[in-house]
């Protein structure tokens, strides 16, 4: 069993894609699904003008506004490897989304638009990467239109984001001038033009004579010299530093013509890591183990609307896991059966009967599930580590318009608040308050709430800015010194929380208090 498993394990890949928005992002993820014969045609986020979408992009309101606001998760085999893909949401509105999904990764690749260089989103998830230390590899995307000159955009990877880089495929020319990459370390030339032929370049390497007569001499003489000026004074093709996630290899082509994916791919498969080992209560957890272990990185409801379902997303961490198997849900000690699993491609699904360490399964769920937890057929006391929770910066109250839908309304604001997606807060009055880190949170809160639950809502404006969780045993004490810019609430699993107008009223309330109050920024904090 251990022989199998460990050669299993080895055969998974599992990476997130990261960028700014309109980077190209979903639909890279598009073209590693059309190579690895998971679909037939890929749906580009900008072809909205007929039925074909982006296989990622599954909900309504995505395929509305050509945005990914949720994150997807799809897998397919290429190369005898079984790889999983998420495709985060690349708007700043949903992070803390895309923040949990990076959890769950063990590498990731990240998407740069060739004429506008790495933008605030880019930066921010990149740094979640980093601090993970997980191997990050970069795709220069866009090529085919005008773009920045590539010397500068490689040193701009190394001043903004702080990481060495090295280039792996190297472009000749841009735009209307594009002829095609050079790979450096297979000493190839995948030409864009003359009907996508490659050219093997062999011992001679750019002095190959075929490659010099087939594309435009002048796009020929500058790749002989950036190249010569990256051999010399460029970093070094260090696999061991790659693995690390110590140094980025950069990759150049178009997604959207499906122009540079296939060396990327291969050399992504070759270069990336297998399962690793996860932070727990119990230390490090090798992944080719006997027991079965995952956690819950995210839950979503409605993925078919027929249905009214509830999934939850398990990253395998260990082991083997058997349609029907028994676990325990360790923060319960409840014993669960897992007969209903699914794998994915996006919202299309199909029922899985044994899965690995490195998969990605979900799990029908009547309500067990919460986002971080651990299950296991083996410790029950084991716990993997927790996962980020942000605090809201945006308020805003909630009514139902028809008082006979307050049933759909309350199912619905549950239903989303489990998903992660919005935070959900109750007065002493039953009033709802939802808390989100950006305004399109609300927005696709509305659109959902209307679209799968069938209510139309009110807004009012909340007008609080900070939000701090306090322990239950200082409730009495709380509850004398609350007034209209300082509101005590209760989150979705009854934690009291204290909404501030601004953070004046807080940084006051603070001083006042300070020693008879407990105030921090999660309730994950509240058991340290």
């Not at 998407?111 to 990149?126: N, R, Y």
């Not at 993970?132 to 001043?159: S, V």
């Not at 296939?262 to 399962?275: A, K």
């Not at 009223?505 to 109050?517: A, H, L, M, T, W």
Request: aromatic share 10%.
């Amino acid at each position: 069993m251990t022989k199998l498993l460990q050669t299993e394990v080895e055969k998974r890949r599992i990476f997130g894609i990261i960028s700014h928005p309109d980077a190209g992002k979903t639909t890279l993820t598009e073209k590693f699904l059309l190579h690895g014969g998971a679909i037939r045609e890929a749906g580009s986020v900008k072809a909205r003008k007929n039925s074909k979408f982006a296989k990622s992009d599954w909900m309504e309101i995505e395929k509305q506004r050509g945005i990914s606001v949720t994150s997807s998760v799809m897998q397919f085999e290429y190369d005898k490897k079984i790889v999983s893909i998420m495709d985060t949401p690349g708007h700043s509105d949903f992070g803390e989304d895309t923040y949990r999904i990076l959890t769950a990764v063990d590498s990731a690749i990240m998407v740069i638009d060739a004429a506008k260089g790495i933008e605030s989103q880019t930066k921010k998830l990149f740094q979640v990467c980093r601090m993970r230390g997980i191997p990050i590899f970069t795709f220069i995307n866009k090529m085919d239109r005008q773009a920045r000159d590539p010397l500068e955009l490689m040193e701009e990877l190394e001043e903004v984001l702080g990481i060495p880089s090295v280039a792996v495929t190297w472009p000749a020319g841009s735009g209307q001038q594009f002829e095609g990459v050079y790979d450096r370390v297979n000493e190839t030339f995948h030409c864009f033009k003359n009907d996508r032929l490659m050219i093997d370049l062999g011992e001679e390497g750019l002095a190959n004579d075929q490659l010099a007569s087939t594309i435009n001499n002048e796009m020929y003489d500058t790749l002989v010299d950036e190249v010569d000026l990256l051999d010399g004074a460029g970093n070094a093709y260090d696999e061991e530093l790659i693995a690390k996630g110590e140094l980025t290899p950069v990759f150049f082509g178009s997604a959207l013509v499906d122009f540079g994916i296939t060396p990327l791919l291969e050399h992504y498969l070759n270069l990336s890591p297998s399962p690793t080992p996860r932070e727990s209560n119990k230390g490090q957890i090798e992944p080719a183990q006997e027991f079965f272990s995952g956690f819950v990185f995210k839950i979503q409801a409605n993925m078919n609307p027929n249905h009214r379902d509830r999934i939850a997303f398990v990253r395998i961490c260990t082991g083997k896991f058997d349609r029907g198997m028994e676990v325990v849900l360790t923060r319960t000690g409840k014993k669960m059966k897992l007969s209903q699993s699914t794998q994915f491609m996006a919202d299309e699904r199909e029922t899985v009967n044994e899965a690995f360490a490195g998969d990605v399964i979900g799990l029908y769920d009547s309500g067990n599930y919460q986002i971080g937890d651990t299950i296991t057929n083996g410790d029950p006391t084991l716990q993997y580590e927790a996962l980020p929770t942000f605090a809201p910066e945006l308020f805003l109250k909630v009514f139902t318009k028809n008082a006979l839908k307050s049933k759909q309304f309350q199912k619905g604001v549950e239903q989303l608040a489990q998903e992660g997606a919005i935070q959900v807060y109750k007065t002493e009055y039953n009033e709802i308050i939802l808390g989100a880190i950006g305004q399109l949170q609300f927005e696709v809160f509305e659109h959902r709430l209307k679209g799968e639950y069938g209510v139309d809502i009110l807004k009012d404006a909340a007008n609080f800015q900070v939000a701090k969780w306090v322990k239950v045993t200082e409730i009495s004490e709380v509850k004398k010194l609350t007034d209209s810019r300082t509101v005590l609430v209760y989150d979705r699993w009854e934690n009291p929380v204290l909404l501030f107008a601004n953070d004046f009223v807080y940084e006051r309330f603070v001083q006042k208090n300070d020693g008879v109050i407990t105030l921090v920024d999660s309730p994950q904090l509240l058991k340290d």
